[in-house]
């Protein structure tokens, strides 16, 4: 059964882009849920924060070209 997608407010596009390190990356946890938020080229991205292969933390990785390399 199909859920409607859920909108969460982060915060302001200022202090968010402020709050990015430099890696373009970060973990933030939303309703329990760990995802990884990145901006790159002026555009948020958000995926999963798990690894597919390790499970490891990809909000703690670092942006490589258009890939996530997890830590």
Same mark, same amino acid.
């Given at each position: 059964m199909a859920t409607s997608p859920?909108?969460?407010t982060?915060?302001?596009?200022?202090?968010l882009k !402020?709050?990015?390190?430099?890696? /373009?990356?970060?973990?933030?946890i939303v309703?329990?849920?760990?995802?990884a938020l990145s901006f790159?080229?002026?555009s948020f991205g958000a995926v999963h924060g !798990?690894?597919?292969h390790?499970? /490891?933390?990809?909000g703690k990785g670092?942006?490589?070209g258009e890939y996530i390399v997890c830590p």
């Open positions: 859920q909108w969460h982060l915060g302001t596009l200022e202090s !402020a709050d990015f390190p430099e890696s /373009g990356i970060k973990q933030i309703q329990g849920k760990k995802i790159r080229d002026g !798990a690894c597919n390790a499970g /490891g933390p990809l670092k942006l490589e």
